[in-house]
C-alpha cells in the first residue's frame, strides 16, 4: 500500500498545513467577482458564436435556473477565483455540473460512468470542480420540488464520497490510479433502491442502443443513390440548403468537400498510429451543422457521416473548442490549439477515451475538437430524478470526479490531507452550494428581466 510509504505522510501533511492558507469552514463562503454583471458577462459569452442561434441559446437558458447555471460556467469561475483556494492545481474539468457526467462505451466496448464534457477542462484548483458539482445538484433538487434538506444532504453525501474515495485513491500507486475505472457493473452492485436500479438498467439499454448503426436511419436519408444527412433544422442542417444561417459560409459552396478532406486529414494526424490507420479506411459521404447543448448553442459543430468500403458507418462530430472559462482567472492555453486542449484534458482525466479522439482546424480559422457522434453515450435525464436518485448520481459523479483528480494531477494525497476525516469540508460546501445555488437564481433573474426587455433577444 502507498500509504505506508514514507511519503505519504509527507504529501498528506502537506495538504493538510494548506487549511491554514484556506481553511475548510470557510469554503462555505460565497464571494463575488466586483462589478458582477451576468447579463453582460453572458453577452460578452456570446461573441464569436453564430449570431442567427444565440437566440436560441438564451431560449435553452430560460428553462429553469438550473438550465441557466449549466450554460453560466463563466460567472461561477469568476466568484472562485476572486477568493482564496486550497492552492492544490491540477487538471479540471472545468464545467462539473451534474449533467457533465454518464455513461459511455470504452475502446473495449464496455459501459463506463465517467464525466463526459471537457469543454472547459483547464488547470486550477480542485475544489472549483467539486463546488460546481455541488450547487448543480442544489439546483437539480430545486427543479425536482425536493426540499432544502434533501439537497443539503445530496451535497452532503457526494462531498463525503469525494473525500473517501479521494482517501481509497491516495493510498494507490499511481499505476493504480491509472487504469482504475467505474463500470456500469460497479454501479448496479452498488445500487440498493430499486427505483435507482431501474433507471441504471433503462440507461444501459438505452446506450446499448446509440450506436452508429442505430444512427444511421435516423439521421440520414437516400437521395438518387447517395447517403445524405436529412435536414432538420435548427438541430441538423445543411449550411448552404437553408436560410437560418446566413452568417456561416463554411461547409458550403463548390469546394466544400476539399477543405473538409483537408479538415480531416489534420485530425487523422492527431491519432495513435493504429487508430488513424483506421480513421483512412473510411470516406467522407457526407457533412452537416449540428446545434447542441445549452452553453454550447452557438458554437460550431459539425457532423461528418463517413462510412468504409462495405458502408458501415462511422458518425463524428467535430466541435469547436474556444477558450475555457476557466482561462482568464488561472493561466492562458499551452497547447496551441484549443481542440488540442480538450482532448488533452479528456485524455488525461478520464478512465478511457473515445477511440477516434482528436483535434483539428477548421478552414474557418476556428479551432475543433472531433469524437464520435453518440457512441453508446448516455445520461439520466434531470426531470428523471427522485431524491434517492438525484443522492445515488451525485456520488457517483463525486466518485468520478475523485478517480479524475487522482488520476490528473497525482496529488490525491495532499487533497486528502486538506480534507482530513471529519465532516467539516463537506458541511461547508452543504453551505456553499445552498448559498451559491440562491445566488444562481437571482442570477437567472436578472437574465429573465433582460430577455423580457428585449435586452437579450431568446427563442424557443
Known amino acids: 500500500m502507498a500509504a505506508d510509504h514514507p511519503l505519504f505522510a509527507e504529501y498528506y501533511a502537506k495538504g493538510k498545513a494548506r487549511r491554514q492558507i ?3 469552514v470557510d469554503q462555505a463562503e460565497v464571494v463575488l467577482a466586483p462589478g458582477r454583471d451576468p447579463v453582460a458577462v453572458l453577452a460578452a459569452s456570446s461573441q464569436g458564436r453564430v449570431p442567427e442561434l444565440i437566440p436560441l441559446r438564451y431560449g435553452r437558458m430560460q428553462a429553469s435556473p438550473f ?16 477568493r482564496p483556494s486550497s492552492g492544490i492545481v491540477l487538471q479540471l474539468c472545468g464545467d462539473a455540473h451534474l449533467m457533465n457526467y454518464g455513461f459511455y462505451a470504452s475502446p473495449e466496448r464496455n459501459l463506463v460512468f465517467d464525466i463526459n464534457d471537457f469543454d472547459e477542462t483547464h488547470p486550477g484548483p480542485w475544489e ?11 439546483l437539480a433538487a430545486r427543479s425536482r420540488g425536493f426540499s432544502e434538506v434533501a439537497a443539503a444532504e445530496a451535497v452532503r453525501l457526494a462531498v463525503r464520497t469525494y473525500r473517501h474515495r479521494t482517501h481509497h485513491f491516495a493510498c494507490m500507486g499511481q499505476m493504480d490510479i491509472w487504469y482504475s475505472r467505474i463500470s456500469y457493473g460497479d454501479l448496479l452492485d452498488m445500487a440498493q433502491d430499486p427505483a435507482l436500479r431501474e433507471t441504471l438498467l433503462k440507461l444501459a439499454e438505452r446506450a446499448r442502443n446509440r450506436t452508429s448503426e442505430r444512427l444511421l436511419p435516423k439521421i440520414t436519408a437516400d437521395e438518387n443513390g447517395l447517403l445524405r444527412l436529412k435536414d432538420n433544422p435548427p438541430v441538423l442542417f445543411h449550411t448552404g440548403d437553408t436560410t437560418l444561417i446566413r452568417s456561416v459560409t463554411w461547409p458550403a459552396g463548390s469546394d466544400w468537400r476539399e477543405q473538409a478532406e483537408a479538415m480531416l486529414q489534420t485530425y487523422i494526424g492527431t491519432l495513435k498510429e493504429d487508430r488513424a490507420e483506421l480513421a483512412r479506411r473510411f470516406r467522407l459521404v457526407d457533412l452537416a451543422f449540428k446545434v ?3 452553453g454550447s448553442v452557438g458554437t460550431r459543430c459539425l457532423v461528418a457521416l463517413l462510412q468504409d468500403s462495405y458502408d458501415t458507418p462511422l458518425f463524428l462530430q467535430l466541435k469547436e473548442a474556444r477558450a475555457s472559462v476557466l482561462e482568464p482567472f ?5 497547447h496551441g490549439n484549443q481542440g488540442k486542449r480538450v482532448v488533452f484534458g479528456q485524455r488525461l482525466m478520464q478512465a478511457a477515451s473515445d477511440l477516434f479522439l482528436g483535434w483539428t482546424r477548421g478552414p474557418d480559422g476556428c479551432d475543433y475538437y472531433v469524437r464520435q457522434l453518440r457512441d453508446m453515450k448516455v445520461t439520466i435525464a434531470a426531470e428523471d430524478f427522485s431524491v434517492e436518485t438525484l443522492t445515488a448520481y451525485g456520488q457517483a459523479c463525486a466518485w468520478a470526479l475523485a478517480r479524475a483528480h487522482s488520476k490528473s494531477g497525482g496529488r490525491a494525497a495532499e487533497i486528502a ?6 465532516s467539516r469540508f ?3 460546501l452543504a453551505l456553499y452550494a445552498t448559498r451559491y ?3 444562481a437564481e437571482a442570477d437567472y433573474e436578472s437574465f429573465r428581466r433582460a430577455v423580457r426587455d428585449g435586452v437579450l433577444p431568446a427563442s424557443d
Open 417 to 422: 490531507g486538506y480534507l482530513g476525516q471529519t
Open 22 to 24: 484556506c481553511h475548510r
Open 292 to 294: 447542441v447543448g445549452v
Open 67 to 82: 438550465a441557466f447555471f449549466r450554460g453560466m460556467a463563466m460567472m461561477q469561475a469568476a466568484d472562485l477565483a476572486n
Open 128 to 138: 472549483w470542480d467539486v463546488k460546481r458539482l455541488a450547487v448543480s445538484l442544489v
Open 437 to 439: 445555488a440562491d445566488q
Open 330 to 334: 488561472t493561466q492562458g492555453c499551452i
Open 426 to 428: 463537506e458541511d461547508a
